[in-house]
C-alpha cells in the first residue's frame, strides 16, 4: 500500500511539471491558434505599427487665358503661394501638388496648354509666370477641353483617398456646338470614377456663364462661387515683404545638390527655376513663397530630391558612401573634415533662417488679417472662396483646417 502511494505521489509531481511545461511553452508555440482551454493564455503575435499615409492635396487650375481675363491672372501669379500655404495649413501637414490647364478656343494660338501635377512648385509657377491673357474676343471658349485635358492628361494619384480638386476660372461658357468635343457632363462622370472634385469659378457677371459654371460645379459635386472680373484678390503690401523676400533667396541659397550628370542637370532647372522668380517676380509674391516654403508641407518645394545638407543631416545618406564627383563642385576639393564641418553649418544656417521666416511670417498675416478686419473682411475675395471649399472638401478626406487660418 505504501508502495502505491509513493508512485502515486511521484506521478503526480510529474504530471506538474509537465503541465507547467506546457503552459510555459504551448503559448509561444501556438500563437496563431485559439486555445481549446480557456486557463491557458494564447499570447497574441507582436503588433507592427504601420506608418500613417501621407496626405495629399492634388490641384490643378482650369483658367481661361483669353484677353478678358488678363486681371485675373495676374492675380493667380500673385496669389499661388498663399493658395499654397493655406492649404498647407492643415493639421497633418499634407503633401501638395499642383497643376494647370490653360484654355482659349478654337483659332487662337492654342486650345489648351497642360502643366502636370507636382509637387516643385517653383517650375510650375515660372511656367505660369509666361502666362498672358490673349485671344478671345468672343464666346463660348474651348471649356470642355480644358476640363477634358485635367481630368485625362494630368497624372492624377490613383485611388480614392486623397483630395484631388479641379478649379474652373473663366468668364465664358463652353462650345457646345463642337462635334469632335467630349462634353463637360461625361467628362466629369469621369472625374467621380477618379475621385475628383470639380469646383467652379466665374469672373464677371455673364448669365449664360453662370448657368454653365452652377451646373457644372453641381454635376461634379463641388462649390460655384462668383467673383469680380479680376477675381477680387486680396491684395495688401506689408512691412515684413521685403525681408521675407529677401530670406527666401537665402534659404535658396543653402540648397547643395548631389549626383550624376542627369540629376545635376536636373536640379539645375529648378535652381534656375527659382533665380528666374527671384528676378521677375513681385516682392510680395516672394514673400509668400518664403511663408509657404518655411512650412512643413513647403519642404519638398524648396528642396526637391537629392540635395545634400538635408539628406546627410537627416542620417538618410553617409557622406562618406558618395562619389567625389557626384558631389557638388564646391565640396569636391575639400578634405572629408572640411566637408562634414561646411555641411553642418549649411544645417544650421538653414535652421535659424527657416526660423526667422516663420517667426516673421506670423507677423505678417498678422498685420493682414488686422488690415482686412479694419476693411470689412475678406469674405468676397478668390482667397476666401477657394480656402472655403478646400476646408469643406478635404475634411471629407480627413485633413483638418482651422477656420481663421487662411493665409494672404
Known amino acids: ?28 508555440y501556438n500563437v496563431n491558434r485559439v486555445s481549446a482551454n480557456p486557463h491557458i493564455p494564447v499570447v497574441a503575435p507582436p503588433v507592427l505599427s504601420v506608418p500613417a499615409q501621407t496626405q495629399k492635396i492634388e490641384v490643378v487650375f482650369v483658367l481661361d487665358t483669353t484677353s478678358s481675363m ?4 495676374q492675380a493667380a501669379k500673385e496669389k499661388i503661394w498663399s493658395i499654397a500655404s ?20 478654337k483659332g487662337d494660338a492654342y486650345v489648351t496648354k497642360v502643366i502636370d501635377l507636382s509637387s516643385d512648385l517653383d517650375s510650375m509657377y515660372v511656367q505660369l509666370m509666361d502666362f498672358d491673357a490673349a485671344g478671345g474676343g468672343d464666346t463660348p471658349e474651348s471649356v470642355n477641353q480644358g476640363l477634358y485635358d485635367a481630368v485625362h492628361r494630368v497624372t492624377w494619384s490613383q485611388g480614392q483617398d486623397f483630395y484631388k480638386v479641379v478649379f474652373l476660372v473663366g468668364d465664358a461658357p ?10 463637360y457632363p461625361d467628362i466629369i462622370k469621369a472625374a467621380h470614377q477618379k475621385g475628383i472634385v470639380i469646383n467652379a469659378i466665374q469672373c464677371g457677371e455673364a448669365k449664360a ?55 545635376k542637370a536636373s536640379k539645375k532647372k529648378k535652381l534656375e527655376a527659382a533665380d528666374k522668380l527671384h528676378t521677375l517676380s513681385s516682392v510680395e509674391s516672394r514673400a509668400r513663397r518664403a511663408t509657404f516654403n518655411a512650412s512643413k508641407s513647403g519642404k519638398t518645394n524648396l528642396l526637391g530630391k537629392g540635395e545634400l545638407v538635408d539628406e546627410i543631416a537627416s542620417g538618410r545618406v553617409d557622406l562618406v558612401d558618395i562619389e567625389k564627383d557626384k558631389l ?10 572640411a566637408q562634414q564641418a561646411f555641411i553642418a553649418e549649411t544645417a544650421q544656417q538653414r535652421k535659424e533662417l527657416t526660423q526667422e521666416i516663420q517667426q516673421l511670417a506670423k507677423q505678417r498675416n498678422t498685420y493682414i488679417k488686422k488690415q482686412l478686419n479694419e476693411k ?28 481663421d487660418l487662411a493665409t494672404y
Open 86 to 105: 493655406t492649404m498647407a495649413s492643415a493639421q497633418s501637414a499634407p503633401e501638395i501638388k499642383m497643376g494647370l490647364v490653360a484654355f482659349r478656343d
Open 328 to 337: 557638388p563642385a564646391a565640396l569636391q576639393t575639400m578634405a572629408p573634415d
Open 1 to 28: 500500500m505504501k508502495l502505491v502511494k509513493r508512485k502515486t505521489k511521484l506521478f503526480a509531481a510529474g504530471l506538474l511539471v509537465i503541465t507547467a511545461a506546457v503552459v510555459t511553452i504551448y503559448p509561444f
Open 209 to 263: 456663364t453662370q448657368q454653365s459654371w452652377q451646373r457644372i460645379a453641381q454635376l461634379g459635386q463641388g462649390d460655384y462661387f462668383q467673383v469680380g472680373q479680376s477675381g477680387n484678390a486680396v491684395a495688401l503690401k506689408t512691412p515684413f515683404d521685403k525681408n521675407l523676400a529677401d530670406l527666401s533667396k537665402k534659404l535658396d541659397d543653402t540648397r547643395l545638390y548631389y549626383g550624376d550628370a542627369k540629376e
Open 376 to 403: 470689412g473682411g475678406a469674405s468676397d475675395s478668390l482667397d476666401e472662396k477657394i480656402f472655403s471649399a478646400v476646408r469643406d472638401q478635404a475634411a471629407k478626406k480627413g485633413l483638418r483646417y482651422d477656420a
Open 174 to 183: 463652353p462650345h457646345m456646338d463642337y462635334q469632335d468635343d467630349v462634353k
Open 70 to 73: 488678363s486681371g485675373l491672372i
